[in-house]
């Protein structure tokens, strides 16, 4: 794979807020930021993950996508259902890096997904990848990340949606994208 592999990071800043703004940062490789999406997702209302999904193919990005990688508390109000349904929409390899109460999450995902990939770098983090072997989920994290397991365009989409979903601005940052996704 090459450095300047184009991939998707997304993640909603660590928010606990019903309705939040979630970011994905498109980066080649670990190296040149390319662009940001955004869309303000209910995590409440059914579909999240088709409705995260839409995010990313409706992006002038989305044909030079090679990978999509998930972060932050949004895994945490996702289930199985809704993770294979992003990745059966993008249909690009996905993975999803899972903390703390999210590794709930790899049971379920690992019962029902024939080809997921599981393994935890370190005690804490459990990684999860689903459309990709094991060597090459641990190839993507090694060309996106500088040194950390979080990679730069899931480090990046979580410092733009923790900025975006601060309660000062986020009622600013909602008028705009009323009657999107």
């Known amino acids: 794979m090459k450095t300047e592999t184009r991939v998707i990071g997304i993640?909603?800043?660590?928010?606990?807020?019903?309705?939040?703004?979630v970011a994905g940062v498109v980066f080649r490789g670990g190296l040149w930021l390319d662009g940001v999406v955004a869309s303000v997702i209910d995590v409440a209302a059914s579909?999240?993950?088709?409705?995260?999904?839409?995010?990313v193919t409706r992006s002038k990005f989305y044909n030079e996508l090679r990978a999509a990688i998930l972060h932050g508390s949004i895994l945490g109000s996702m289930d199985a259902a809704d993770f294979m349904a992003f990745r059966a929409t993008v249909k690009l390899p996905t993975i999803a890096i899972l903390q703390g109460k999210q590794i709930h999450l790899v049971r379920q995902i690992?019962?029902?997904?024939?080809?997921?990939?599981?393994?935890?770098?370190?005690?804490?983090?459990?990684?999860?990848?689903?459309?990709?072997?094991?060597?090459?989920a641990v190839e993507i994290l090694k060309i996106t990340s500088h040194g950390s397991i979080v990679p730069e365009p899931v480090r990046v989409a979580g410092i733009i949606a923790s900025a975006m979903n601060t309660p000062k601005r986020l009622n600013w940052t909602l008028r705009p994208f009323r009657g999107g996704s």
Do not use: C, W, Y
């Open 11 to 21: 993640d909603d800043g660590n928010t606990r807020l019903r309705r939040r703004l």
């Open 47 to 55: 579909s999240l993950g088709r409705r995260l999904a839409l995010m």
């Open 110 to 136: 690992v019962k029902k997904a024939r080809k997921a990939v599981h393994f935890r770098p370190q005690e804490d983090i459990s990684v999860l990848g689903m459309g990709l072997t094991t060597e090459k």
